[in-house]
């Protein structure tokens, strides 16, 4: 049985970082969001990735409208959302910017593809969506945006790569790879 609580147990005021440390103890997927073209290309790591619909193939992520990409995003009007293995921690924390990496440079080594819509996916990741942009709605200091799906790789039996209490995790066994790709008309 679990013990009462009262609420003197939770936080009389709300700041931000009593905001963060309960975001904290939600476990995510991590994806790189990636928009833009040639060395006019940059991309960002975030946790804010969710299905909107299945018919018409639609999903959600929220990007914060001080970055770089978001720039890209509108000018663009594509972008792609590329969900990570256990194994490309290391892109991740590139994307996120540690060590001042910024455009064009958040990509390094990784092998790219461009999509349907023009958008650069990352070639190795668990799944990369083609998106474009069906809407962008500003909310404090983020945006939704709303993403069309044009096209889907999936690459199977790779641990996925998890984000929680600030550290990376990983989440599944590794298992032989195996690749299917899905286009929607």
């Known amino acids: ?36 073209a040639g060395s006019d290309r940059s991309g960002m790591t975030v946790t804010s990735v969710s299905s909107l619909s299945v018919d018409p193939p639609t999903l959600i992520v929220s990007v914060n409208r001080a970055s770089s990409t978001w720039s890209l995003l509108l000018r663009y009007r594509a972008f792609g959302v590329n969900i990570l293995s256990a194994k490309q921690q290391d892109v991740a924390l590139r994307f996120s910017g540690q060590g001042g990496v910024a455009g ?48 889907v790789r999936v690459t199977e039996g790779r641990a996925a790569l998890l984000y929680w209490r600030g550290e990376y995790a990983e989440a599944g066994a590794e298992e032989p790879a195996s690749v299917r790709a899905w286009r929607h008309g």
């Open 104 to 151: 064009a440079a958040r990509y390094g080594d990784e092998p790219v593809v461009t999509a349907e819509t023009g958008a650069p996916l990352l070639a190795n990741a668990l799944a990369a969506f083609d998106c474009e942009a069906e809407e962008m709605i500003d909310r404090h200091s983020h945006a939704i945006v709303i993403g069309r799906v044009k096209a």
């Open 1 to 36: 049985m679990n013990a009462p609580v009262s609420i003197e147990d939770f936080a009389t005021r709300l700041s931000t970082s009593a905001f963060r440390g309960g975001m904290r103890q939600l476990a995510g997927g991590v994806s790189v969001i990636t928009a833009g």
